[in-house]
């Protein structure tokens, strides 16, 4: 078909379209198979790329749980020594007032110190407030001589007739008749409250003097201190301490942190001390460089000690400056001796039971701390059963703080 017979405009665009390529030489260039399927993924690839610059959503992806907790947390996404958009330095004023927290939702991406998996963590706020009857139902409630009231909620404190939150909370220590003189052992069992689930099989595995640390975040923690303490176990709180790779890995909201003042760090513990009550003492969670600073750390254990509370190194950091600090302060201290899973085999785990046994026979008391992983406590539950058999009386925490203190 010539020109004359074609049927007008059918061929234009294409012979406009071959000059234009000629002109540019491209229509000398042959196009495989092969080279169309690359230029169609590189197509795919700049969409992509195109949406990720476009889409605010750097935690997209990542799982999420919901955690509850009470109302008078600070924002966490205005954590103190924090700048404006301009780079200017913002005062720190502590976290707000319980009263003054509006209702909604803090959201945070943390480290879960059992899995070591990386969550992000929303943490909605709770209007009735702490020790609000509706988180408090099945939680003892705390001795009130033993309590001050703070803008952020009730913590401990030393009763005026002296009487101290370590003993007044302490487990009974009971010795069976004719092992006074057996080698001691405690336990104590970390990361719990985040999950119902793994704190209710400590709870239905674990015997009485094995003691439980609870970081302050769970959505039923006080709950689930008050089952821990009627059933006769001595609860720890952990408080978020700063690690090396902070804030990669983030502990959780009010964090203590190097680069705080020693002011705005207690105004952060008050608030972690009034999640719940009827504690003994605190523990780390996390915090290799938090407790590896004098400056940064010395000031919480005053605190702790000022309150009539024990100090609890999960023995973690070979670096934590804890026990030379709670020494020259007088503050009843206890640092593991054994990180019971720090490898999480059942073969590692037995083998470290061992060797808390083993300091247990040489010194005459051993400390073990393990985390809330299923394995650790299926383990270490297992080996509970057989410990008194072995010769071994299990005692709780404060039976090792207090006795470090005094000897």
Same mark, same amino acid.
């Given at each position: ?226 089952? $821990? ?62 407790? $590896? ?28 400056? $804890? ?23 059942? $073969? ?60």
């Amino acid at each position: 078909m010539d020109d004359l017979s074609a049927p007008l405009g059918q061929k234009r665009p294409q012979r406009a379209a071959a000059r234009w390529l000629g002109k540019l030489g491209l229509n000398r260039i042959p196009v495989t198979p092969i080279q169309a399927l690359a230029g169609g993924l590189g197509l795919a690839v700049g969409a992509v790329a195109l949406w990720a610059v476009a889409v605010d959503d750097p935690l997209g992806g990542e799982p999420m749980v919901v955690v509850a907790a009470k109302t008078g947390g600070a924002n966490a996404a205005d954590p103190a020594g924090a700048t404006d958009t301009k780079g200017n330095a913002r005062r720190y004023d502590g976290p707000p007032p319980t009263a003054a927290q509006p209702s909604g939702a803090q959201t945070v991406n943390i480290i879960d110190g059992a899995s070591g998996k990386s969550q992000q963590v929303v943490i909605p706020v709770n209007p009735a407030g702490p020790g609000s009857s509706s988180n408090t139902a099945s939680a003892p409630p705390g001795d009130q001589h033993l309590l001050e009231k703070t803008r952020h909620g009730d913590v401990p404190r030393i009763g005026a007739d002296g009487a101290r939150p370590s003993t007044a909370y302490a487990r009974p220590l009971a010795i069976p008749p004719g092992k006074a003189d057996a080698p001691r052992i405690a336990l104590v069992v970390t990361g719990l409250g985040i999950s119902t689930k793994a704190t209710n099989d400590a709870l239905t595995r674990l015997p009485g003097p094995v003691s439980f640390a609870f970081t302050p975040y769970g959505h039923e923690v006080d709950q689930l201190v008050g089952r $821990a303490r009627q059933a006769g176990h001595e609860v720890l709180l952990q408080a978020p301490m700063e690690p090396f790779d902070y804030p990669d890995n983030d502990p959780g909201p009010q964090t203590l942190l190097t680069s705080l003042t020693a002011e705005q760090n207690i105004d952060r513990m008050q608030w972690l001390m009034s999640r719940f009550q009827g504690y003994v003492g605190i523990a780390n969670f996390m915090g290799a460089r938090f407790t $590896a600073s004098e400056s940064a750390l010395g000031p919480i254990l005053r605190e702790t000690g000022k309150r009539g509370l024990i100090f609890v190194d999960d023995g973690t950091s070979s670096r934590s400056l $804890a026990g030379q600090i709670a020494g020259a302060n007088n503050i009843p201290f206890a640092k593991a001796d054994v990180v019971i899973d720090n490898v999480p085999t059942a $073969a590692e785990i037995d083998r470290a039971l061992g060797r808390l046994e083993a300091q247990a026979r040489e010194r005459g008391i051993a400390f073990g701390v393990l985390t809330a992983l299923p394995l650790a406590i299926t383990r270490v539950a297992d080996w509970t059963k057989k410990a008194e058999a072995r010769g071994f009386v299990l005692v709780p925490i404060t039976a090792v703080a207090i006795k470090a203190k005094s000897s």
